[in-house]
Nanobody, 119 residues
Framework: QVQLVESGGGLVQAGGSLRLSCEASGRTFNRHAMGWFRQAPGTEREFVAVIRWSDGYPTYADSVKGRFAISRDNAQNTVYLEMNSLKPEDTAVYYC????????????WGQGTQVTVSL
């Protein structure tokens, strides 16, 4: 069994920063990538960023490009999301997920961490 546990969410003022972490635990597993998604109340879950596990290559949603940075620590089995210049529209529950096979669905999901950005 694989568990993904997010942390680092909270309340921050617009323009501020937060760093989210997602640690994978349980059985050892090979993954193609790990990603971050978010879901605001009344909206669909949306893609935020993904990092290819083999070489750390990142991809971002246009809405966060230039403000967010995804990174990984292979030794700690952890993926991070550094969020800067936060806006109220970034308010959402943020989820991390692991994709085992390129192009396929994400196989494992965390429970989510709340990020709230106030004016």
């Amino acid at each position: 069994q694989v568990q993904l546990v997010e942390s680092g969410g909270g309340l921050v003022q617009a323009g501020g920063s937060l760093r989210l972490s997602c640690e994978a635990s349980g059985r050892t597993f090979n993954r193609h990538a790990m990603g971050w998604f978010r879901q605001a109340p009344g909206t669909e879950r949306e893609f935020v960023a993904v990092i290819r596990w083999s070489d750390g290559y990142p991809t971002y949603a246009d809405s966060v490009k230039g403000r967010f940075a995804i990174s990984r620590d292979n030794a700690q089995n952890t993926v991070y999301l550094e969020m800067n210049s936060l806006k109220p529209e970034d308010t959402a529950v943020y989820y991390c997920a692991a994709q085992l096979i390129n192009g396929r669905k994400y196989d494992y999901w965390g429970q989510g961490t709340q990020v709230t950005v106030s004016l």
